[in-house]
């Protein structure tokens, strides 16, 4: 007979089941338990580490360049129906026109203008809040505070008069901190534009004055004042189109000197060539080896 080690296993003794006698009592408060803390909802206090800036300037690019993209097709379709408009003032001269190409002329016109009016407002938001991480970003890499705070960037970007040079000025001082950052410029030197900031810069003024000369002229009547305003709306928009184009080109720019590059999105590299480079050395071929 075999048994196995140990001798054989003792037989499993069957418990009666007890009565319900009631809850459990203790002598003393439990030890063990929930702790004694009001209810929170998970989320109520903050999981993790505090957003990098870096990460913030990267998420709200595609927004960025989403937005402006869309600016700028509405800005190009309004300057197409100014231009349409004007096109028709100048066949009323010599003949009448239907009433209903006057009524779409009207409707377009009306359409496009207040679409490319609040998406352009909306573009202004998405740029000034980049701006803002960007600024906080390069300050971050330099250890070196803007010498405007945030409020008083925003600001000289709506006051008239002053959006003629602080946001110039203030991009100036953002590309000269994200280079001082990649330790292409020295820290105390004078920001100096690049030749991208200077074309931005001239065309974000050329579109304010070409906005306000466009409002103000909305006031003169007569037949040749509307004519004229016509032509200065297709101008403003045109300028509005340009705008959106070249703050693109900025935002990529700056973009891509603050966030790092993935390496898993760049391009493989190939060699194509080698030059300057010693023969390698190789073993005598046998007289009588096939190639």
């Known amino acids: 007979m075999a048994t196995p080690p140990g001798g054989p296993r003792p037989r499993a003794v069957r418990r009666q089941a007890r009565p319900y006698t009631g809850p459990p009592?203790?002598?003393a408060v439990p030890r063990w338990g929930f702790p004694a803390l009001a209810w929170r909802w998970p989320l109520a206090l903050p999981a993790g580490p505090l957003v990098d800036p870096v990460r913030r300037v990267?998420?709200?690019y595609a927004t960025v360049t989403s937005t402006l993209w869309i600016t700028a097709g509405m800005g190009g379709l309004t300057a197409v129906a100014e231009l349409w408009r004007y096109v028709l003032l100048l066949r009323s001269r010599g003949e009448a026109?239907?009433?209903t190409t006057l009524a779409v002329s009207d409707a377009l016109v009306a359409t496009t203008g207040v679409l490319t009016l609040v998406l352009g407002a909306l573009a202004g938001v998405v740029v000034v809040l980049w701006a803002l991480r960007a600024r906080e970003a390069a300050t971050e890499r330099i250890g070196?505070?803007?010498a405007r705070s945030d409020a008083q960037f925003v600001l000289g970007v709506l006051v008239p008069g002053l959006n003629l040079l602080?946001?110039?000025?203030?991009?100036?001082?953002?590309?000269?901190?994200?280079?001082?950052?990649e330790g292409v410029r020295e820290a105390g030197a004078r920001p100096r534009p690049s030749r991208l900031v200077l074309v931005w810069w001239a065309a974000w003024a050329a579109s304010l004055l070409l906005g306000w000369s466009t409002f103000l002229w909305g006031f003169r009547s007569g037949?040749?004042?509307?004519a004229d305003g016509v032509v200065l709306h297709v101008w403003t928009n045109i300028a509005v189109v340009v705008l959106a184009?070249?703050?693109?080109?900025?935002?990529e720019y700056l973009t891509t000197l603050l966030v790092p590059a993935d390496p898993t999105e760049l391009p493989?590299?190939?060699?194509?060539?080698?030059?300057?480079?010693?023969?390698?050395?190789?073993?005598?071929?046998?007289?009588?080896?096939?190639?």
């Open 245 to 251: 184009v070249v703050t693109i080109r900025v935002v």
């Open 58 to 60: 990267a998420a709200l």
């Open 25 to 27: 009592a203790y002598p």
């Open 223 to 226: 037949t040749q004042a509307l």
């Open 144 to 146: 070196v505070r803007s």
């Open 97 to 99: 026109l239907p009433a």
């Open 166 to 181: 602080v946001p110039g000025s203030s991009l100036s001082e953002l590309e000269h901190a994200v280079l001082v950052g």
């Open 268 to 291: 493989h590299l190939r060699v194509v060539g080698v030059h300057d480079a010693p023969a390698p050395s190789r073993a005598p071929r046998p007289a009588g080896a096939q190639r």
